[in-house]
Nanobody, 115 residues
Framework: VQLVESGGGLVQPGGSLRLSCAAS????????MSWYRQAPGKAREAREF????????TYTGSVKDRFTISRDNAKNTVYLQMNSLNPEDTAVYYC?????????WGQGTQVTVSS
């Protein structure tokens, strides 16, 4: 099983980034795909849920109307379009795949919002 995130980087406040997570080794379409983030200095247990998608999407309040999660089951890929970024969005962003008790995590991609 592999989840490989990409698309992170340094962006100025108000800017945009699109993260991708390419999955392999499991039946992608069966899994709830989610994005989490871990802010600097925070423990792994404090990872914050951002968004998830099955046939519909769910968002945490702080990113709703700014972030959009989508998935392409044909490409086994989930995306996170992030607009109107602010410094509080600085974190390592992780892709997660869930099916019942089974959870997989990617290695994370760093997003830094700074002028």
């Amino acid at each position: 099983v592999q989840l490989v995130e990409s698309g992170g980087g340094l962006v100025q406040p108000g800017g945009s980034l699109r993260l991708s997570c390419a999955a392999s080794g499991f039946t992608f379409s069966n899994y709830i795909m989610s994005w989490y983030r871990q802010a600097p200095g925070k423990a792994r247990e404090a990872r914050e849920f951002i968004a998830s998608i099955t046939s519909s999407a769910t968002y945490t309040g702080s990113v709703k109307d700014r972030f959009t999660i989508s998935r392409d089951n044909a490409k086994n890929t989930v995306y996170l379009q992030m607009n109107s970024l602010n410094p509080e969005d600085t974190a390592v962003y992780y892709c997660n795949a869930g099916f019942g008790p089974t959870k997989y995590w990617g290695q994370g991609t760093q997003v830094t919002v700074s002028s």
